[in-house]
């Protein structure tokens, strides 16, 4: 997928602004705090329905407006081109559209333009909780498989629900219970076809994930996911079919009934899963350097990008915020060169730009520079 152009008006620091984008690699250079995350978050806008910077979207409207808007134009394989806009107004919300009808919606938005983003937040993938794993995974997933997403936005509203009863718990047991069963019963339905899509899209991606390390890191240490879920052996799961996990998952359901009247909410099913990272048998979180780390979750977005390339009719969009930061030169030369050699459009910001200054006098075909500078955009050569 290529974005042709992007416009965006009251967006942050950006007025108005119009970009022509190049078809391979745009690099958006310019100082700290000129506007050039503000570009790579509003093509996310465009491809996720949100921020990846902004907890809210109220933040992003310009100091002093009341409105912003996004608009990109696209252009695929199979489809001709297309527009995306995202409106938002304190008033009334937000509003995505394509091709200027409202999407009834935000879901109905993803894997239009499948999209992988690098940034500053993929610390926490490998060092914090267990949420970023998830939240990895379901992106992941989501963006080839709209009945996954509708299953995961199915069972965050099913433990919604069976939270506030859990909650409210002060009725009598026998009266809870039936008033649960419902719930259980969609619970272990729906959450069953979510662990089954996350296990075989572990085991699909390893070989991408080796593929990317090794191009980032030299073969060496080998890198390793498993899915973490409430069943300790992960391979016997493995060969399952949905009903089985469906019913492994009631009984540890059963189980965990009292813990569960405890601590009023659901404690067991796949909103409390988890990725567990290896190098060799080595666990990343517990015993990786901090240079481990960055290659590991580098590695992850890139065979995100090279597992789309299979999966995917359209060729992701990928955004790589201030990656060349971290990097140590000749790792940046081999991300810009895998970059060069991938057939997709991709997007960089660099504040510090003499790292790859070397490319400029290459590759005038297929990289394009901007040039950003409070809020104003230029292209340079
Ligand atoms: N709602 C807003 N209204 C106006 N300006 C805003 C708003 N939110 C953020 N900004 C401005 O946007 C700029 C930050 O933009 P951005 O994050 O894109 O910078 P950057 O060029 O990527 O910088 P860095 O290299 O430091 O990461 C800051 O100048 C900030 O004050």
């Given at each position: 997928m290529i974005s042709i152009t992007l416009s965006l008006t009251n967006f942050r620091n950006h007025h108005q602004t119009v970009v022509e984008w190049g078809d391979h690699v745009n690099i958006i250079t310019g100082p700290n705090g000129a506007g050039k995350t503000n570009l790579i978050d509003a093509l996310h806008?465009?491809?996720?329905?949100?921020?990846?910077?902004?907890?809210?979207?109220?933040?992003?409207?310009?100091?002093?407006?009341?409105?912003?808007?996004?608009?990109?134009?696209?252009?695929?394989?199979?489809?001709?081109?297309?527009?995306?806009?995202?409106?938002?107004?304190?008033?009334?919300?937000?509003?995505?559209?394509?091709?200027?009808?409202?999407?009834?919606?935000?879901?109905?938005?993803?894997?239009?333009?499948?999209?992988?983003?690098?940034?500053?937040?993929?610390?926490?993938?490998?060092?914090?909780?267990?949420?970023?794993?998830?939240?990895?995974?379901?992106?992941?997933?989501?963006?080839?498989?709209?009945?996954?997403?509708?299953?995961?936005?199915?069972?965050?509203?099913?433990?919604?629900?069976?939270?506030?009863?859990?909650?409210?718990?002060?009725?009598?047991?026998?009266?809870?219970?039936?008033?649960l069963e419902p719930w259980n019963r969609q619970l272990v339905e729906t959450g069953a076809r979510i662990i089954s899509g996350r296990n075989k899209m572990v085991s699909k991606f390893c070989k991408y994930l080796k593929f990317a390390h090794e191009q980032l890191a030299g073969s060496g240490l080998e890198p390793a996911i498993s899915y973490k879920t409430f069943c300790s052996d992960q391979q016997s799961f493995l060969s399952l079919n949905n009903e089985e996990i469906a019913d492994a998952y009631r009984s540890e359901l059963d189980e965990a009934y009292e813990r569960e009247l405890d601590r009023r909410q659901t404690v067991i099913g796949p909103h409390r899963d988890?990725?567990?990272?290896?190098?060799?048998?080595?666990?990343?979180?517990?015993?990786?350097?901090?240079?481990?780390?960055?290659?590991?979750?580098?590695?992850?977005?890139?065979?995100?990008?090279?597992?789309?390339?299979?999966?995917?009719?359209?060729?992701?969009?990928?955004?790589?915020?201030?990656?060349?930061?971290d990097l140590d030169p000749s790792r940046t030369d081999t991300v810009m060169n895998m970059l060069l050699q991938h057939n997709g459009q991709s997007f960089i910001t660099a504040a510090h730009p003499d790292k790859i200054s070397g490319f400029r006098d290459q590759e005038h075909a297929r990289i394009a520079w901007y040039d950003v500078k409070d809020g104003n955009v230029s292209s340079t050569e």
């Open positions: 806008y465009l491809c996720m329905g949100r921020s990846f910077t902004s907890s809210s979207d109220q933040y992003v409207v310009r100091q002093g407006a009341a409105s912003f808007l996004i608009k990109g134009l696209f252009r695929g394989n199979i489809r001709s081109q297309f527009e995306i806009a995202c409106a938002y107004s304190r008033g009334e919300g937000k509003k995505l559209f394509v091709n200027d009808s409202p999407l009834e919606r935000h879901a109905d938005l993803i894997g239009r333009v499948p999209v992988v983003l690098v940034s500053q937040n993929d610390r926490k993938l490998t060092g914090e909780g267990p949420a970023e794993r998830r939240s990895f995974l379901d992106a992941l997933i989501s963006q080839t498989s709209p009945a996954y997403l509708d299953d995961l936005i199915r069972y965050r509203r099913i433990v919604r629900q069976r939270n506030r009863l859990l909650f409210e718990h002060s009725m009598d047991r026998g009266y809870l219970n039936v008033l988890d990725l567990v990272f290896f190098l060799d048998d080595m666990e990343l979180r517990k015993f990786g350097s901090q240079g481990q780390h960055r290659i590991f979750a580098l590695a992850l977005k890139m065979a995100q990008l090279y597992f789309y390339r299979d999966e995917l009719e359209d060729l992701p969009v990928f955004l790589l915020d201030d990656v060349f930061g």
